[in-house]
């Protein structure tokens, strides 16, 4: 059975969020935060640095000017496609709150 593109790019989509920490960094980093300031006190230092990873592959984040990549990542901000899946997010809860 033939895959659509569509199917290709919502499976990967899934795939992203569903690493541990992603939506985190990502929600922190719209808000200004670092990936390290976006998780809880004591979460792993390798799924952070998956998570950094993960959304630097997809081009959602780019490292600051100093280029340092994991395991620094608090130098890491959020690129015009990460603002975008960012606010694709955020989109549905805001329906919601209108709704309740």
């Known amino acids: 059975m ?3 593109p569509q199917f290709d790019d919502f499976a990967r989509t899934v795939d992203l969020l569903s690493t541990p920490l992603v939506v985190r960094v990502l929600y922190g ?3 200004g935060y670092s990936p390290l300031e976006s998780v809880p006190d004591g979460s792993d230092t390798s799924q952070i640095e998956e998570a950094v990873r993960r959304l630097a592959d997809v081009g959602a984040l780019r490292y600051g000017l100093d280029g340092l990549a994991p395991p620094y990542p608090e ?7 990460g603002r975008r899946i960012l606010d694709v997010l955020q989109t549905p809860s ?4 209108d709704e309740a």
């Open 29 to 31: 980093l719209g808000d």
């Open 94 to 97: 805001a329906q919601f709150a």
């Open 75 to 81: 130098h890491a901000v959020l690129t015009q496609k």
């Open 2 to 4: 033939a895959r659509s």
